[in-house]
């Protein structure tokens, strides 16, 4: 059997997932769970991964953040657009925006990872107004010590 014949379906993949956990942005299904209260912070991930790789950060972050995880497209629970431009990252971003609105949450603190540094930089560059606070991270370290303590 070759890998790809093993893979599950996308839409078998998502059917478990709470349907809360997605919004619509452009006709596109958006993994972007949303837990704990008080300040907004958008977490973003890096190229090859998910909103996955936040969760052991999230419970941490949950008694002082409502914290947002988007899966970017193409990436975990996201639906996978055709067509390369959906893909750039002035697109991304604007669906981050889109996203955003979405949850009711108007400006944000953030935190992005490798790839998803790249977008903070970019959105605060785009659309300032959105950006309370921006964090990049490039360091594999923290999401090591989480998944090893």
Do not use: C
Not at 7 to 34: M, Q, S
Not at 98 to 110: L, P, Q, S
Not at 113 to 134: F, I, N, Q
């Amino acid at each position: 059997m070759k890998l790809w014949e093993s893979l599950i379906p996308f839409d078998e993949a998502v059917a478990t997932i709470p349907e809360d956990n997605f919004v619509e942005v452009e006709g596109e299904r958006v993994h972007a769970p949303v837990s704990g209260r008080e300040t907004p912070l958008v977490l973003l991930h890096g190229i090859a991964a998910a909103a996955f790789s936040f969760r052991l950060l999230r419970p941490l972050l949950d008694g002082r953040f409502q914290t947002l995880a988007i899966d970017l497209s193409g990436f975990g629970y996201s639906e996978r657009p055709q067509g390369l431009s959906a893909y750039h990252p002035v697109e991304q971003v604007d669906r981050i925006v889109e996203v955003m609105k979405t949850r009711g949450i108007e400006n944000a603190d953030f935190l992005g990872h490798s790839y998803g540094a790249t977008l903070v930089t970019l959105l605060a560059s785009r659309h300032p107004e959105r950006v309370e606070t921006a964090r990049r991270s490039q360091n594999r370290l923290l999401f090591y010590l989480l998944d090893h303590t």
